[in-house]
């Protein structure tokens, strides 16, 4: 926020600490949705159904354009992940399919990845990592080339949920079911497909990790059905802090079938000690001081009759964005 007035950046960043905040709804569907989305600068990219919509956003951040900018098709059933890299769009379908698509033109391509849905992609360094319901993740190069040449199919012994590749690009952490494997967070070889390491051993039956990501080469949180996000030091395997987020799951760090985990990374707040999830019922948002135990607000979305996760949570400096069954939320920090 460098160009951003001291005196407006003390009044956000009161905004957050004290949780004021004012809810809005950026846009409406009728049929109930389990929507993925990204930000990239002034744009919204957001899954319904089959297709991805990207938006513009307002100047004032707190609305879009009713017109979307372009619409992305090519799967034959729910787009269930998706992610941004190098101006393309990397995403996972539950017809079993990959595909690529030019954010720029109408160039697109698919190839079938898996024999179920796939329920998670990432992409960095011209590798995709996706991971499956059939219990496999594999590697796959991003090559004009040696598109849909698999690289290494991984044995996981239970269903992906989630899957991050390391910011240096040498590996990448699975997250599973927990049902048939004691460990659902491994970490694996991105050269070899080799498994490096677990984390944790001591997850209850059926602990699944729905979402996971890197907040630096040796650190990693993590949230899924045990209620809790956890904070691993990967040069020692060991967790060193966690988070319970009450009696329902955490569906997304930024994904997922639950809550939704996502690390508010701002200057204006400290140290990022600022820690968002969303929980697998009533649409509730929780932020979080990570020097904390307990949690510092809450922001529930929906009412009973209309109880949602939070498939998808997001934010920038001023906003936070959480999709949900039916509608897209917003809770505008910088005029509450």
């Known amino acids: 926020m460098s160009s951003v007035p001291v005196k407006e950046r003390v009044k956000v960043s009161q905004n957050w600490r004290l949780g004021r905040c004012r809810e809005g709804i950026l846009l409406k569907w009728r049929c109930s949705q389990m929507p993925w989305m990204q930000l990239e600068g002034n744009s919204l990219y957001i899954s319904q159904a089959d297709f991805i919509l990207a938006y513009q956003f307002r100047p004032d ?61 990432d992409c960095k360094g011209g590798v995709v990592v996706s991971g499956s319901r059939d219990r496999t993740a594999k590697v796959w190069p991003w090559s004009s080339g040696r598109l849909g040449q698999c690289s290494h199919t991984i044995q996981t012994e239970d269903r992906v949920w989630s899957v991050a590749i390391s910011p240096l690009l040498s590996s990448f952490v699975t997250g599973t079911a927990c049902c048939n494997h004691f460990s659902p967070l491994r970490i694996w070889d991105l050269n070899s497909g080799q498994l490096m390491t677990h984390l944790g051993s001591d997850f209850p039956p059926g602990a699944g990790v729905l979402d996971v990501m890197y907040e630096s080469p040796s650190t990693l949180l993590s949230c899924g059905y045990d209620t809790y996000v956890r904070y691993w030091d990967l040069r020692t395997s060991v967790r060193t802090s966690s988070w319970p987020c009450g009696h329902t799951h955490a569906s997304a760090l930024s994904q997922g079938l639950g809550s939704v985990l996502h690390l508010l990374q701002l200057s204006l707040t400290d140290g990022n000690h600022l820690l968002a999830t969303g929980s697998s019922y009533y649409g509730v948002v929780r932020l979080w001081d990570r020097r904390q135990r307990a949690c510092l607000h809450a922001f529930p979305l929906t009412s009973t009759p209309l109880s949602s996760p939070v498939y998808c949570l997001r934010f920038t400096t001023s906003h936070l964005y959480a999709a949900l069954s039916y509608n897209l939320h917003v809770l505008d920090f910088k005029n509450p």
Request: glycine fraction near 12%; hydrophobic fraction near 40%.
């Open 61 to 121: 951040g707190a609305s879009v354009h009713r017109r979307p900018l372009a619409v992305f098709a090519g799967h034959g059933e729910d787009v269930c992940h998706f992610v941004l890299a190098n101006s393309h769009i990397i995403s996972a379908g539950g017809d079993g399919k990959i595909g690529i698509h030019q954010t720029r033109s109408t160039f697109a391509i698919k190839y079938l990845a898996h024999e179920q849905e796939v329920n998670c992609v």
